[in-house]
């Protein structure tokens, strides 16, 4: 079971940027697949997750109406579509899967990608 992360970059402040999670060895449609985030000095922040199997999508109050997940089953791949990024959202950006709901405790997720460090700024 793995998860591959790729598209972090440096942006500048108003930016976009989208995150790609490349799965193998597991089947996204069946999992709840999420992005968590870190900064340096913070703990890790869950802010978005789409459940492949009833449908639930989750955003955290940090960056709805900004980000945006998604699946595409058919390349196994989900992404993070970020807009209107601040200094705030400069963190290492963690894909993450497992069968449990969206709503359940993302420390205990069985499949973790590696990450990609996303930098905000001018």
């Known amino acids: 079971l793995q998860l591959v992360e790729s598209g972090g970059d440096l942006v500048q402040p108003g930016g976009s940027l989208r995150l790609s999670c490349a799965a193998s060895g597991l089947s996204l449609g069946d999992y709840s697949v999420g992005w968590v985030r870190q900064a340096p000095g913070k703990e890790r922040e869950k802010v978005a997750c789409f459940s492949g199997f009833d449908g639930v999508t989750y955003y955290s109050n940090s960056v709805r109406g900004r980000f945006t997940i998604s699946t595409d089953n058919s390349k196994n791949t989900a992404y993070l579509q970020m807009n209107a990024l601040t200094s705030e959202d400069t963190a290492e950006y963690f894909c993450?899967?497992?069968?449990?709901?969206?709503?359940?405790?993302?420390?205990?997720?069985?499949?973790w990608g590696q990450g990609t460090q996303v930098t905000v700024s001018s």
């Open positions: 993450a899967a497992d069968l449990g709901s969206c709503f359940s405790d993302f420390r205990g997720w069985k499949v």
